[in-house]
């Protein structure tokens, strides 16, 4: 993997992690009551549309690096980092399924466990993807 590309990727990942933390925050911690009931604040839904347009770069970028460092670390069977790389496999997965589960699941249970999926496998991913890079930018 390329400096560039580690770049990239790095910066994909920075913004859309920061994008879903202040999203996360404005939806969990910053509503308000009105006289017809409890209202999101208002850049919530704001938050919620960036972070929804800017994933497919972060899916673009997992996809180009499955093909030039996944693979390769595989075949060559380099131990070195590998369990924080399967790890960021498993999660990028599960990120993956439980964010589509969310924009499409019709009932609220199944979208509830889809939320909670989906906050601690984000919140997962954040550290370990600095740990596996050990924020080489």
Not at 59 to 88: C, E, T
Not at 109 to 136: D, E, G, Q, T
Request: glycine share 6%; aromatic share 16%.
């Amino acid at each position: 993997m390329t400096n560039k590309e580690r770049r990239v990727f790095t910066s994909v990942n920075i913004l859309i992690s920061l994008i879903g933390i202040v999203y996360c925050i404005l939806k969990y911690f910053f509503t308000f009551e009105t006289d017809f009931g409890v209202r999101p604040h208002e850049y919530t839904s704001t938050f919620l549309h960036l972070h929804i347009i800017s994933v497919p770069l972060l899916l673009l970028a997992l996809g180009y690096l499955f093909g030039v460092h996944i693979l390769p670390k595989w075949s060559a069977g380099n131990p070195k980092r590998s369990i924080s790389g399967v790890s960021l496999i498993i999660l990028g997965f599960s990120m993956t399924l439980s964010g589509y589960l969310l924009q499409v699941a019709l009932s609220e249970p199944s979208n509830n466990v889809a939320a909670i999926i989906h906050l601690i496998a984000s919140f997962l991913w954040i550290f370990i993807y600095l740990w596996h890079f050990r924020l080489k930018f």
